[in-house]
Each structure stands twice: as C-alpha cells, then as structure tokens.
C-alpha cells in the first residue's frame, strides 16, 4: 500500500505562482510512475502532467504546458508540480497519483491517490 500527501496548494492571484508537493510512503517510489490531475466543481478528474520512474519522460496536458513543470526527487519520495502564471480556470483540487502504467493520462490507471490540496486562482 502507497500514501500519498500533497500539501502546497492555497489562494493565488492570476499570474502568480505555486509549488506543489506530494511525499511517498513507499520504499520502492522510484519504480512507479507518478501523475497529477485536478478536478473543479461538476467537472470530470482531468490529466494535469506525467513524470516517468526515472525522471527521463514527462507528459503535460494542452492546458498547462508551458507553465507547469512536473519534477521528483526520488531520494526523497516526493514528486513535485511547479505551476507559474497561474490562470483561474487552473481552480481546482489537485490530486497525486502513483501507478506502473508508462505516461498515462487515464486516472483509472493509477492505482493509489492521495487526498488532494486546494488550487484557487483569483482574477
């Protein structure tokens, strides 16, 4: 079983930015892939970025590239979202989430979730 905790998120005014953590409880963290996704009210859980076990390959939707960097440190557990020149439609609770699954953008195919941390983004 794999805990996941983020922590990071908050209020932000538009253009601002924002660093989002989210520790392991996991020895073996450097063989999973680690993803982020967010979801705003009456919307669907929705791909945010990717990042391979070993660092080398990473994925971002339309929405944010550009602006986020998605990052790990696998010597500490943890994976990172650095979100710059934050928008308001970037509102939303972000979620971690850790898998075995290459790049995947699917949220059923990870398999352990953290509990999520607010984003909000005002104008």
């Known amino acids: 079983q794999v805990q996941l905790v983020e922590s990071g998120g908050g209020l932000v005014q538009a253009g601002g930015s924002l660093r989002l953590s989210c520790a392991a409880s996991?020895?073996?963290?450097?063989?999973?892939?680690m993803g982020w996704f967010r979801q705003a009210p009456g919307n669907e859980r929705e791909f945010v970025a990717t990042i391979s076990w070993s660092d080398a390959y990473t994925v971002y939707s339309d929405s944010v590239m550009h602006r986020f960097t998605v990052s790990r440190d696998n010597a500490k557990n943890t994976v990172y979202l650095q979100m710059n020149n934050l928008r308001p439609e970037d509102t939303a609770v972000y979620y971690c989430a850790a898998g075995t699954w290459a790049a995947s953008k699917i949220p059923y195919e990870y398999d352990y979730w953290g509990q999520g941390t607010q984003v909000t983004v005002s104008s």
């Open positions: 996991t020895r073996t963290f450097s063989s999973y892939t």
